[in-house]
């Protein structure tokens, strides 16, 4: 097939990174389209607020491109954007708890899109009601069992997004997943 | 239940649920035959198919802030009078001092430029300046080091 033939949407990460350096537009919104999602949802587990997290999903991405050049490929690029989303959550964390007295962990749970909040057969919802209950989890818990489960990342690249050690992440992990388990029961 | 045996399978629960497992019969066997496990892989189904979504039109309102960003990182190229533009396509080492003298060299193409067509195209080139379409960009970014500009000169 002709290299030029390709969709960019059909491109590795990788490809795309190196065409996105050369200036190539098309190269850099697909890897906006395929990694927002994933942006978000890192956004989301830390600050638990739609509209903070698109937000930070933003200048997050900013960063990213802005410091494409300095991407080694050392990690995913998925991987690296994920670091640097929640590097920019975690700042905009601070900053609200500078001003907010209620602990950010008490925060209601954000609704999932597809549920309807007044909907009273929500909790009869086992997908729902999982995913209301992993908000309630601590922060690294959360974290650990959000990026294994929604984004397939290793204990290793959770480690290095939520800024510990791959043990760390694997016992956060698994105690966050016993807990679920317990509060499903 | 072989205890070191379901911690080997819980590692590898959440890639079965996603499916990316490429071999998942061993993971499957073991799941019909521990109830601790199935009951966490039902857990994992449950948070994945939960799993949100990005906001309808984020990724668009990203995509736009992306590119705006990159438009306005690119124009500081053009914060250079039309005479240094000119200079640099001649092939002329220019310096701050050298630069106002030029002006009647400035090429009318230079001081038509509308600010939207001042982006750089998919080959790296600068759109609208045909005259430096020999200069890699490395050869730009280091003719653009050669000029001394302080940060007030336009050229980052």
Known sequence: MNDGDERPSERSDEELVARARDGDNRALDALVRRHTDAAFRVALSYVRDEDAAKDIVQDAFLK?????????GDAAFKTWLMTITANEARGAL?????????PIEDAAPVPDD????????????ESARARALLD?????????????????????EIGDVIGSSEGAARVNYFHGIRRLREWME | MNESRCGEMRELLPLHAAGVLSDPAEVEAHVS????????????????SSRPSAPEGLAD??????RASRRQRAQPWWGLTAAAVAALALGIGVTSSSVAPVDVMAPEFATELLEEDL????????????????????ALEQLLDELE????????
Do not use: M, Y
């Open chain 1, 64 to 72: 990213a491109i802005r410091a494409l050049d300095r991407f080694r």
């Open chain 1, 94 to 102: 601070r900053k609200v708890k500078r001003w907010n007295e209620r």
């Open chain 1, 114 to 125: 597809k549920v309807d909040p007044a909907d009273t057969a929500v909790k009869a919802d």
């Open chain 1, 136 to 156: 309630r989890l601590p922060e690294k818990q959360r974290l650990s069992v959000s990026l294994r489960i929604d984004e397939g990342l290793s204990f290793r």
């Open chain 2, 33 to 48: 035959s521990c109830d601790d496990c199935r009951t966490e892989l039902q857990l994992i189904h449950a948070l994945l």
């Open chain 2, 61 to 66: 309102q990203v995509v736009f802030t992306v």
């Open chain 2, 119 to 138: 982006w750089v195209s998919g080959d790296g080139l600068l759109a609208g300046a045909p005259a430096l379409e020999a200069l890699s960009d490395e």
């Open chain 2, 149 to 156: 500009f302080d940060g007030d000169g336009g050229a980052a």
